[in-house]
């Protein structure tokens, strides 16, 4: 009798089964799946030897100690960011797909395309914020100018001839120089490229006049004097350039453009993915080897929580939309 009274009935089963069921769900991930068990991809929009490259591949080593995996750095550039944004809005949603975003690809370009493939919001688990850098305006060989307002003064007496190049159609570098274009009253052309290695080679060679483009690029061209840098566009003076004045300084009075970079995942990626890799970034930009040399380079290494980054694109989608409608700039 007493083995009869302690046998479950069936009814008691399977309220046993939903119990557990539901204990699992609600079980963070780490209690029952390790994340990562294999390699990260991290997909940068830009070909390698550029800015976002060189920022993406010193977060990636540090990211890779403290998670315990490789981060395989994935270059896919062109179209101003967008080819490598919409490989990774498509990819799964697993926490080992992750998009180095820029300014450009998630405030930028939805008001730069008409017919963009990927809602810079609805398709991303923003992740952490982890840089924050200034554009510097860079003269080179060709163009015999050594301050703002010589160009300026030479852009309006020779307009459409002084060109600009940049990391590609709707990059922040492009932008960058619409809007000194547009509040200096002159005429620039404009010569895209795709990222900021091939514009080296052709500034260098004099094929290009000038760009808006990160120092990071161009450090040690501007200390050999090969290239000649005449403002930078953060509202400060940047430390690693305290000569060089901001554009705001030489003349353009409220100028100022900082590019900013984070780490985003597709949408629906876990939370508690996301909220592992946000501590492995956090940590991995506080690390006093990569913020000296980052700072070194007019680069600010910083972090936030996922909820900040969100918050940060929607605040500037709109911001960009007025600044690309102003330039009258447009890509199909």
Same mark, same amino acid.
């Given at each position: 009798?007493?083995?009869?009274?302690?046998?479950?009935?069936?009814?008691?089963?399977?309220?046993?089964?939903?119990?557990?069921? $539901?204990?699992?769900?609600?079980?963070?991930?780490?209690?029952?799946?390790?994340?990562?068990?294999?390699?990260?991809?991290?997909?940068?929009?830009?070909p390698a030897g550029g800015?976002?490259?060189?920022?993406?591949?010193?977060?990636?080593?540090?990211?890779?100690?403290?998670?315990?995996?490789?981060?395989?750095?994935?270059?896919?550039?062109?179209?101003?960011?967008?080819?490598?944004?919409?490989?990774?809005?498509?990819?799964p949603a697993d926490g080992?797909?992750?998009?180095?975003?820029?300014?450009?690809?998630?405030?930028?370009?939805?008001?730069?395309?008409?017919?963009?493939?990927?809602?810079?919001?609805?398709?991303?688990?923003?992740?952490?914020?982890?840089?924050?850098?200034?554009?510097?305006?860079?003269?080179?060989?060709?163009?015999?100018?050594?301050?703002?307002?010589?160009?300026?003064?030479?852009?309006?007496?020779?307009?459409?001839?002084?060109?600009?190049?940049?990391?590609?159609?709707?990059?922040?570098?492009?932008?960058?120089?619409?809007?000194?274009?547009?509040?200096?009253?002159?005429?620039?052309?404009?010569?895209?490229?795709?990222?900021?290695?091939?514009?080296?080679?052709?500034?260098?060679?004099?094929?290009?006049?000038?760009?808006?483009?990160?120092?990071?690029?161009?450090?040690?061209?501007?200390?050999?004097?090969?290239?000649?840098?005449? $403002?930078?566009?953060?509202?400060?003076?940047?430390?690693?350039?305290?000569?060089?004045?901001?554009?705001?300084?030489?003349?353009?009075?409220?100028?100022?453009?900082?590019?900013?970079?984070?780490?985003?995942?597709?949408?629906?990626?876990?939370?508690?993915?996301?909220?592992?890799?946000?501590?492995?970034?956090?940590?991995?930009? $506080?690390?006093?080897?990569?913020?000296?040399?980052?700072?070194?380079?007019?680069?600010?290494?910083?972090?936030?929580?996922?909820?900040?980054?969100?918050?940060?694109?929607?605040?500037?989608?709109?911001?960009?939309?007025?600044?690309?409608?102003?330039?009258?700039?447009?890509?199909?």
């Open positions: 009798m007493l083995k009869s009274r302690l046998k479950p009935s069936p009814i008691n089963r399977r309220a046993f089964v939903a119990t557990v069921a $539901a204990a699992a769900v609600a079980m963070p991930l780490s209690a029952w799946a390790a994340f990562p068990d294999k390699p990260l991809r991290l997909v940068v929009p830009f800015a976002a490259d060189v920022m993406a591949r010193g977060m990636a080593q540090q990211m890779s100690l403290q998670l315990g995996q490789q981060i395989v750095i994935e270059n896919r550039g062109g179209a101003g960011g967008t080819i490598g944004a919409e490989l990774v809005a498509r990819a080992y797909t992750l998009f180095f975003a820029t300014m450009g690809t998630h405030a930028i370009n939805s008001a730069l395309y008409p017919k963009l493939r990927y809602d810079p919001i609805k398709d991303f688990a923003p992740i952490a914020l982890t840089h924050i850098t200034p554009r510097v305006l860079v003269v080179g060989p060709s163009l015999k100018v050594r301050s703002v307002s010589e160009l300026i003064a030479l852009a309006k007496a020779k307009p459409g001839t002084i060109t600009y190049g940049s990391a590609g159609n709707g990059s922040s570098s492009h932008l960058s120089g619409a809007l000194f274009s547009s509040m200096a009253g002159v005429e620039m052309t404009h010569v895209p490229y795709k990222g900021s290695a091939p514009l080296v080679t052709d500034l260098l060679a004099g094929r290009v006049d000038a760009t808006f483009d990160s120092f990071t690029v161009y450090e040690e061209f501007i200390k050999a004097g090969r290239v000649h840098a005449l $403002a930078v566009t953060s509202s400060k003076r940047m430390g690693a350039l305290p000569q060089v004045p901001t554009l705001d300084e030489a003349g353009l009075k409220g100028y100022e453009v900082s590019n900013w970079l984070g780490v985003l995942a597709p949408a629906g990626t876990p939370k508690e993915v996301v909220t592992q890799l946000n501590e492995a970034i956090v940590r991995a930009m $506080a690390d006093p080897g990569l913020k000296k040399q980052l700072t070194g380079l007019g680069i600010e290494a910083t972090a936030s929580s996922p909820e900040e980054l969100g918050n940060l694109i929607r605040s500037e989608i709109p911001k960009w939309e007025r600044i690309v409608k102003s330039s009258g700039a447009r890509l199909e």
